[in-house]
């Protein structure tokens, strides 16, 4: 009546239903016991003190979250969590075995890929071996990373006296496909084309070429085949270039290809392989001379060991198909001299070297 006024507060705590975690499922080995992981997720109304019960009663430790249980069967243990007027409650089931049980499946990776290997089923406890090339080898889901196809053998265990299981998973390693290209470095003249030839021994490969620095005008033919045709009008100092290689199992690798400006020839500009198959598959059956400092032969001539002459021409577009008096040679290290006019004055450029003839 006097207007005096008098305050007074009450804190109301509010405790969500799923406040707490009985734990993740567990599997024991029969006649064994396990420690249940139950946790609070919420802090607790300060101002009482909460209780925690489980039901069926634990081996030991009742009133804790984190008791031990001996069930013989399988069995569901259910947390209880009081706290001031509110009860949560949560379950949490324990299977007792008397062995582990393990399945895993069989992957397939490019080479220098890793992959997850995932091993499931009853167990507490992993081994896989080899361990070499293996993130973790207690993990049941490492990370491999082979070099080559390997077998991986997991052994899984619920611990005490349980029999173990075992599973394999074999890990299919398909190398990338390897790639050569000519010439690899080198060098080109002003106008004049210049031949790029790539090798792999990829199933059904994509080829995807890719300017690394200036390319405009674009100085290649094309860029999604395997043996483009280079030429430059401009003065640009050097092109560089990379392509990748995919095969049809998805593995791919990639090679530089670097080209400078030249003015004057160079025999070293002369571009004779080391080595060719003459099988009849396809590829490299055929040696033929190239570069970019010449546009046409004076001579090629190629000898075996002891001097006689295997094959010669002045047909710069006509290569040795490893043959001799129309038959193949057998497979050995063979010389070769060429001789053929620079692109620029026509001076003559001289170069000779072996070839190795492989089956």
Do not use: H
């Not at 598959?281 to 546009?295: F, K, M, P, W």
């Amino acid at each position: 009546a006097n207007n005096c006024r008098v305050f007074d507060s009450i804190t109301v705590y509010v405790i969500p239903p799923d406040s707490i975690s009985a734990g993740p499922d567990k599997f024991v080995c029969l006649g064994s016991s396990v420690q249940l992981e139950g946790r609070v997720l919420i802090n607790q109304n300060p101002t009482t003190t909460p209780t925690i019960a489980w039901i069926p009663a634990p081996t030991s430790g009742d009133g804790t979250t984190r008791p031990t249980v001996t069930p013989t069967s399988s069995a569901v243990y259910t947390m209880t969590y009081t706290n001031d007027l509110c009860v949560s409650t949560d379950n949490v089931q324990v299977d007792p075995r008397p062995s582990a049980d393990v399945v895993t499946s069989d992957v397939t990776i490019c080479a220098g890929d890793s992959i997850k290997l995932l091993a499931t089923g009853a167990a507490n406890f992993f081994a896989w071996t080899p361990a070499t090339n293996i993130s973790n080898p207690s993990s049941s889901n490492p990370m491999v990373y082979p070099t080559q196809t390997t077998t991986y053998v997991v052994v899984a265990s619920l611990g005490g006296n349980c029999a173990t299981a075992s599973a394999t998973a074999v890990v299919n390693v398909n190398q990338s496909p390897s790639i050569s290209i000519s010439p690899r470095g080198g060098s080109y003249f002003k106008g004049k084309p210049v031949q790029i030839t790539l090798t792999t021994n990829g199933v059904s490969p994509t080829y995807i070429w890719t300017s690394l620095g200036n390319d405009a005008p674009q100085a290649l033919s094309c860029y999604n085949c395997y043996n483009p045709v280079f030429r430059s009008d401009s003065d640009q100092p050097a092109y560089n270039y990379q392509v990748v290689v995919t095969d049809a199992n998805g593995c791919s690798s990639k090679s530089p290809l670097n080209l400078r400006l030249r003015t004057q020839c160079d025999p070293e500009q002369i571009f004779v392989p080391n080595a060719f198959s003459p099988n009849g598959d396809g590829q490299n059956d055929v040696l033929y001379v190239r570069g970019s400092a010449i546009n046409g032969l004076t001579v090629f001539r190629v000898f075996d060991r002891w001097g006689n002459l295997m094959f010669e021409t002045n047909d710069i577009n006509k290569g040795w198909d490893g043959t001799y008096n129309g038959k193949p040679v057998n497979p050995d290290v063979y010389v070769y001299y060429v001789e053929a006019p620079c692109v620029v004055g026509g001076d003559s450029l001289f170069r000779k070297g072996n070839v190795t003839v492989t089956k």
